[in-house]
């Protein structure tokens, strides 16, 4: 009977601490807000197509930022959960691949020209059936480029937005109320272990 008590205790006290441990990665995972270098937050429509830097810290030193990888891969496990926040992230990883497919077709058809231009020995030419081809090309990606990177950048910064914006309703959903602060576990009178929780008034 005593050995059967034991294990029984043991049981619950690992149940316990698996409970509280578990709860504790739940409400780190909550707390997770990102926050953009400044120069990456203000930009706008037609931004320049760099790499963002961003933090889940306070931000106050530049050591502190990391990039986001040019289709913003390092800040996906962040957004783990968020599915708005994802579809922006997806958004702006579709728009930086049609950004690489534009500017291999530019410079596709800058060489193609050049190469016309010198295709001859006898003379050098500038305007063959090829070349114009290659002008229009390069005018169609240059003219693309601008649709596409109009909004390429607006993407990422929803998706950072739709993840800070997701933590305050979490916060105050029913659910996170009745979340316990603290787990462990504390000896009743008798000495038998007991599950202990405790709530923080809000």
């Not at 601490?17 to 926050?35: D, E, K, M, Y």
């Not at 050591?63 to 708005?84: C, I, T, V």
């Not at 979340?179 to 809000?202: E, F």
Request: positive net charge; glycine residues 8%.
């Amino acid at each position: 009977m005593n050995h059967t008590s034991s294990i029984l205790r043991r049981s619950f006290v690992a149940a316990a601490c698996a409970l509280g441990l578990s709860l504790s990665a739940q409400a780190q995972q909550a707390t997770t807000v990102i926050r953009l270098a400044p120069e990456d937050k203000e930009r706008g429509l037609n931004g320049v197509q760099k790499n963002f830097y961003f933090t889940t810290g306070a931000g106050t030193t530049e050591a502190e930022y990391q990039s986001a990888g040019f289709f913003g891969q390092r800040l996906r496990p962040y957004l783990a959960g968020n599915q708005e926040a994802l579809d922006n992230l997806n958004s702006y990883r579709r728009q930086k691949w049609l950004f690489v497919a534009e500017r291999l077709t530019f410079v596709g058809a800058v060489g193609v020209y050049g190469q016309q231009v010198l295709a001859l020995n006898e003379k050098e030419q500038y305007f063959n059936n090829t070349q114009q081809v290659a002008i229009g090309v390069a005018a169609v990606s240059l003219l693309s480029n601008i649709f596409i990177s109009r909004n390429t950048n607006s993407h990422f910064q929803r998706a950072v937005e739709a993840n800070n914006a997701g933590l305050p309703a979490a916060r105050t959903s029913a659910l996170y109320q009745l979340r316990p602060s603290a787990v462990g576990v504390a000896a009743s009178r008798t000495g038998q272990p007991m599950l202990a929780l405790r709530w923080n008034l809000r």
